[in-house]
């Protein structure tokens, strides 16, 4: 059906009575002015951003001509408008996560990495192999989008947008394009086997003739060879021709010299009627390889499906409410912060807001993992991606799309996958030169037996060029390794740097900081002395003004006794480990450890007493000291963090040392909370430095240490650490140093990380192995004659399988571990000995 109106769909112009542009779009023939606003409306639809005309407010501009040097439409995607989706714009640069099309091995992303690099004013490139993804940021007073797409179209690939739902579109038509090619070359395979089969027990008449028939048959069979490479085998020419435009050597390069090394031996053999004929080998090479592909493509699928898990939380429409109350639905990325938005039952939300009205229970697992609902009321912050299990809300928008924390997770995911374990890194570099090699070891192969017997070097050179398997090379690591990433992120545990899974497993050591991290972040006053004579809240006062901008876990037990920050503390300054430091009207106050506050001298015997009976009980004591004397005492109290006791059960089951406690906190204090868990090894009064000789002579001792704090004091332990675990509530610093977050907070997650860890670097040393093995294994004897190219076609698709399907081994449960299935298909990771309760 055609759209009534008589304006241009796309510039709202007027519409010549004889104009025949007309384009479906939302489902309904659309009629345009002219034929550049059609090709921009085609544009946009075929890039999977139809939505930007289902939640446009105003028509677009009248379509023209793209500048010289770009091709039509790219112009499109400088907009403001358009890139307010995926575009993230930090001032002096801007940032996209773009799909690339026709990304067949991780040389491919190599090529596109080192040409985009080359580029005048892109400041960084980063590239995912399993997801065909690329992140660029560019700086937008040199470059714009539209020359970054118009880069990457110049060496044959094609960019796009990132967008869960158009990758889904892609992925759908790229396995329709891969099943029907697989299904033609099956279908006319059969014929070419049979006719095969016929000749392999007849032979040639006293004069060296073929029967009739048989020459009646290779001409068949060259005719359906012919037609499967045309159709069913055009992307390993067209990937083969690409790699050769872009001075490159790619996977493809050897699939197409050995398959056109066969094909014109056939082509010879079948026209002089004379000689072997190879036309079996190539159809059913074309065939194996085509399933080995569509097998290795559904491998990378699920390991992006995986990390796009973060990308499909957040809904794209929203209920935005206006100041009268009125109710209405707009796209998600048009919400400013300060607007406010209407969330009803069942609804997950779009931004980043705290509630203003109602209240109700939130499911925060399609993000955290942890699947118990928390109640969230008038004041409380709702995170993207949350659902609304009871009540309707209304929710003051405060970030939205990339700056949402959904859009932060993928971008920390996304970086961490961008910093590979050394393996990987190793094998990609070793699949780009193992091309050349084979190219070399071919050549090498038809002078040896051109010398030696000339009519075998034709199906040995054959045999070499397509036996070898850099694919199961390449394939080794990223498939597996993106895959333990999404197991990581389901689980609620985000790896910021995935070289952690190589050190994290084959850790041994782990040291834990005390407040914060064993003790959970709700601190409470509990005792108070006033030894100087000063009022009670005149105290809490000056303490809550020196804590005012820490971060430090007991700063909120201050700032929330509900006493106002005295304004007179200035030149404040935090000491790491120590305590805080400021000044009011000329005297020096401190707020810290006894030693830090009131200096080396003891305290007296009352008071000593009493700091003594503070620590029995387990409490956290905090001197308030002006000019050195003491002028209030505070007595804190904290709980043992969630999944404490787990964790020590679950890391103990790993193999793991007992794990020390290392804090600055009173040794008696930190004896105790260590004492509940049943850990012997518990030092209290370390200073940062401390912390740092400790690790670091555990490091000179042969143990690989993993570091567990969230304090500004644990920063420099954190970066030393071979691992290093800190939490989403963390300092910025202490996440800086880290190389997993746990969103939930929950320590039980870190066993099953380290076992995941354990797994993952398990499967890809595996994986190398055997492909290693098999190509050390397989070019020599193919390289002797002991491998006709028939059976090459079946090894190197077999290797190429055995690599993907050993790496899809990490969608299942842990070993020896329970699996459950999240809301959307991931699986948590949960092993019964290491956690008390039911996964998530």
């Not at 309707?392 to 700056?403: A, K, N, Q, Y």
């Not at 020196?546 to 304004?567: K, M, N, T, V, W």
């Not at 120590?578 to 080396?600: D, I, N, Q, Y």
């Not at 907070?745 to 499967?763: C, F, K, N, Q, W």
């Given at each position: ?784 004659g002991l491998v006709p190219p028939w059976a090459a076609a079946i090894g190197m698709s077999v290797s190429s399988l055995l690599v993907v399907a050993n790496a899809m081994r990490l969608r299942s449960g842990l070993e020896g571990a329970a699996s459950t299935p999240f809301a959307d298909g991931a699986t948590a990771m949960a092993e019964p000995v290491i956690r008390g309760r039911p996964a998530p």
């Amino acid at each position: 059906m055609t759209e009534p109106h008589t304006g241009c769909f796309h510039c709202g112009q007027p519409v010549p009575p004889n104009g025949q542009w007309v384009l479906e779009v939302l489902g309904e023939g659309r009629r345009f002015c002219c034929a550049g606003c059609e090709a921009v409306a085609r544009t946009i639809v075929d890039n999977g951003l139809a939505d930007y005309y289902r939640h446009r407010t105003a028509p677009g501009r009248q379509g023209r001509e793209s500048s010289p040097g770009l091709p039509e439409g790219l112009e499109l995607f400088d907009r403001e408008d358009m890139q307010r989706s995926f575009v993230r714009d930090g001032g002096r640069w801007r940032e996209a996560s773009l799909i690339l099309e026709e990304v067949r091995c991780a040389a491919c992303l190599w090529l596109s990495e080192r040409h985009l690099r080359s580029q005048p004013g892109v400041l960084d490139v980063d590239m995912d192999f399993t997801g065909a993804r690329a992140r660029v940021r560019w700086d937008p007073a040199v470059t714009r989008l539209s020359t970054v797409l118009a880069a990457i179209g110049e060496i044959g690939y094609t960019a796009h947008p990132y967008d869960p739902a158009h990758r889904r579109e892609l992925d759908r038509d790229q396995r329709r394009r891969s099943m029907s090619r697989i299904v033609f070359a099956a279908v006319l395979g059969m014929p070419v086997m049979q006719f095969s089969l016929a000749t392999y027990v007849s032979d040639v008449d006293v004069h060296g003739q073929l029967p009739l028939w048989v020459e009646l048959g290779r001409w068949c069979m060259l005719l359906a060879v012919t037609a499967i490479l045309a159709y069913a085998g055009q992307e390993f020419f067209l990937g083969a021709w690409r790699d050769v435009r872009g001075g490159r050597l790619g996977m493809d390069v050897p699939i197409v010299a050995g398959l056109s090394a066969a094909w014109l031996g056939s082509l010879w053999g079948t026209v002089n009627a004379t000689g072997e004929v190879y036309l079996d080998s190539i159809a059913m090479f074309v065939l194996f390889v085509l399933a080995a592909r569509a097998y290795e493509l559904r491998g990378r699928r699920t390991a992006a499906a995986a990390l796009d898990r973060l990308a499909r939380v957040t809904p794209e429409v929203a209920r935005r409410v206006a100041p009268d109350g009125r109710e209405e639905r707009v796209a998600a990325v048009d919400l400013v912060p300060g607007e406010r938005v209407r969330l009803r039952p069942g609804e997950v939300s779009a931004v980043d807001g705290v509630v203003v009205e109602g209240s109700s229970d939130f499911d925060e697992s399609l993000l955290t993992g942890e699947s118990r609902p928390v109640p969230k009321g008038p004041g409380a912050r709702v995170v993207a991606g949350s659902c609304n299990r009871e009540q309707p809300v209304e929710l003051e928008v405060e970030r939205v799309g990339p700056d949402s924390t959904a859009g932060e997770v993928g971008r920390l995911l996304e970086r961490g996958l961008a910093a590979r374990p050394r393996y990987t890194a190793l094998a990609a570099r070793a699949a780009r030169w193992f091309v050349a090699v084979v190219l070399v070891a071919a050549a090498a192969t038809a002078a040896t037996w051109l010398w030696l017997d000339p009519a075998r070097a034709l199906p040995h050179t054959i045999a070499v060029l397509i036996v070898t398997c850099p694919c199961a090379l390449a394939l080794a690591t990223p498939v597996a390794v993106a895959l333990g990433a999404g197991r990581l992120a389901a689980a609620g545990v985000l790896p910021l740097d995935m070289r952690v899974i190589e050190t994290l497993a084959r850790a041994d050591t782990v040291a834990l900081d005390k407040t914060g991290t064993l003790t959970d972040a709700g601190f409470t006053i509990l005792r108070m002395e006033l030894p100087g004579g000063e009022d009670r809240d005149g105290a809490l006062a000056i303490a809550t003004a020196l804590e005012r901008d820490s971060s430090h876990p007991l700063a909120e037990a201050f700032r929330a006794s509900g006493i106002e920050a005295d304004g007179a503390v200035t030149a404040v300054r935090m000491v790491p480990g120590k305590g805080v430091a400021g000044c009011r009207r000329g005297a020096r106050w401190r707020l810290g450890t006894w030693e830090f506050a009131a200096g080396p001298t003891a305290p007296a015997a009352p008071l000593q007493g009493l700091l003594e009976s503070w620590r029995d009980e387990g409490l956290t004591v905090c001197a308030l000291a002006r000019d050195g004397q003491p002028v209030a005492l505070f007595g804190l109290s904290d709980g043992l963090r969630a999944g404490a006791p787990e964790m020590v059960r679950g890391l103990e089951v790993l193999g793991f040392r007992r794990p020390t406690v290392l804090s600055g906190d009173h040794p008696r204090a930190v004896r105790r909370v260590a004492g509940d868990l049943g850990l012997a090894d518990a030092r209290g009064g370390m200073t940062p430095a401390d912390k740092l000789d400790w690790i670091r002579g555990q490091q000179a001792a042969g143990h690989r240490v993993v570091m567990v704090g969230d304090g500004l004091n644990d920063a420099p332990t954190l970066a030393a650490a071979d691992a290093s675990i800190s939490f989403a509530a963390a300092t910025r610093l202490a996440q800086y140093h880290s190389q997993l977050m746990l969103l939930t907070g929950d320590l039980a997650a870190i066993p099953g990380a380290v076992a995941l860890a354990r797994r993952t670097r398990r499967i890809v040393l595996q994986n190398l192995a055997w492909a290693g093995a098999y190509n050390l294994t397989a070019m020599p004897l193919a390289f002797m004659g002991l491998v006709p190219p028939w059976a090459a076609a079946i090894g190197m698709s077999v290797s190429s399988l055995l690599v993907v399907a050993n790496a899809m081994r990490l969608r299942s449960g842990l070993e020896g571990a329970a699996s459950t299935p999240f809301a959307d298909g991931a699986t948590a990771m949960a092993e019964p000995v290491i956690r008390g309760r039911p996964a998530p």
